[in-house]
C-alpha cells in the first residue's frame, strides 16, 4: 500500500500531469519533448520507403514526418470533419504519400491480413484502447511478417501521480494488486497504463518480438527549462542528450510516458 508521502513522491517524479503539449503552449518542455519524440521515430523509420499504418489520434505531425522521409502513410482518423482540423488537411510536403480514411483505431479489423510494413501508435495511442490486448492482435494480423509497430504509452509512473493528484488513496492502494490500471482525467477520459513488464507481456502475448520498451523521456521538465533558460543554443545537444539516455534506460519507467518497438517474426 501506498501511504500519501509516498504517493506524493510518485507525483513529485512524474515532472507533470499534463500528458501531451497543449496547442498553444510556449512551455520550452513541451517543445523540447516534442523533438524528442520526432528524433525517436527518425531513428526507428527504415531508411527505405515502407508503408505505415498510423494509428496516432487527432495530431497530424508524425504521419507527416513520415511523408516527409518517403514513406507511404494511411493515417486513421476519427471522422470527415477532423480531416479539415488545422495541421490536418492539405497534401503532405515530401516524397511519400498520404492517404487518410475515417474509422476507429481501437478497432482496426478491417483491413487486409499482412497490409502494412509498419505500425505507428503514437500519442498514446494504445493507452486509450483500454482492451489494448485485442488492438494489438490486430495489430499483429495487419502486419507482414517482419513488419515492426512503434507505440507510445502512459506509464505506470504517471498514473500513481494522477490518483495522488486527485487524492485517490483507495485506488493507489489498490494498484499493487491490480492486472489491469486504468486511471480517469480531470476532463472525464480515461487512459490505460502500463509498467515495462506488463508492456513486454501484452506485446509478446500477442505475437509480436519485442526490440525494446524505454521512457520517452528521462530529463526532468524543471532541468529542461532551466538548461533552455540559461542558454538556449544548448536545445539541439539537449534533445540528442535525452535520445541517448532512454536508450541507455531501457526497460525502466521514468517519466509520464514509455515506448516500445516490436516486430512480427519473418
Known amino acids: 500500500m501506498l ?5 506524493d513522491a510518485h507525483s513529485s517524479r512524474a515532472n507533470t500531469l499534463v500528458c501531451e503539449a497543449p496547442a498553444d503552449s510556449d512551455d520550452p518542455y513541451w517543445a523540447f519533448y516534442e523533438e524528442v519524440a520526432s528524433a525517436q521515430l527518425r531513428e526507428w523509420l527504415p531508411t527505405e520507403p515502407v508503408r505505415v499504418l498510423d494509428v496516432s489520434g487527432p495530431r ?3 504521419a507527416r514526418q513520415m511523408v516527409a522521409a518517403g514513406h507511404e502513410v494511411v493515417r486513421v482518423v476519427g471522422s470527415l470533419s477532423s480531416i479539415d482540423a488545422p495541421g490536418e ?5 515530401g516524397p511519400g504519400r498520404l492517404r487518410r480514411v475515417v474509422g476507429d483505431a481501437r478497432s482496426l479489423d478491417w483491413f487486409r491480413p499482412g497490409a502494412f510494413d509498419a505500425v505507428l501508435a503514437e500519442a498514446r495511442a494504445l493507452s486509450f484502447c483500454l482492451a489494448t490486448e485485442t488492438t494489438l492482435e490486430e495489430i499483429y494480423r495487419m502486419l507482414r511478417p517482419g513488419g515492426r509497430l512503434l507505440l507510445c504509452v502512459d506509464s505506470l509512473l504517471l498514473g500513481l501521480a494522477r490518483l495522488a493528484e486527485q487524492h485517490r488513496w483507495a485506488e493507489l492502494s489498490d494498484v499493487p494488486r491490480a492486472d489491469v490500471v ?3 482525467a480531470e476532463d472525464g ?3 490505460r497504463c502500463f509498467w515495462p513488464e506488463e508492456l513486454r507481456a501484452l ?4 505475437g509480436l518480438e519485442v526490440d525494446w520498451i524505454r521512457p520517452r523521456t528521462v530529463l526532468s ?9 540559461e542558454d538556449v543554443s544548448c536545445f539541439p545537444t539537449l534533445v540528442r542528450t535525452e535520445v541517448e539516455l532512454a536508450a541507455e534506460r531501457e526497460g525502466e519507467s521514468i517519466g509520464i510516458h514509455l515506448i516500445a518497438s516490436a516486430r512480427r517474426p519473418d
Open 203 to 206: 506485446l509478446t502475448n500477442a
Open 3 to 7: 501511504s500519501g508521502a509516498e504517493a
Open 189 to 191: 477520459t480515461i487512459t
Open 182 to 184: 486504468l486511471v480517469p
Open 221 to 229: 521538465a524543471e532541468a529542461v527549462r532551466r538548461a533552455v533558460a
Open 60 to 62: 497530424a505531425r508524425f
Open 89 to 93: 488537411g492539405g497534401p503532405a510536403p
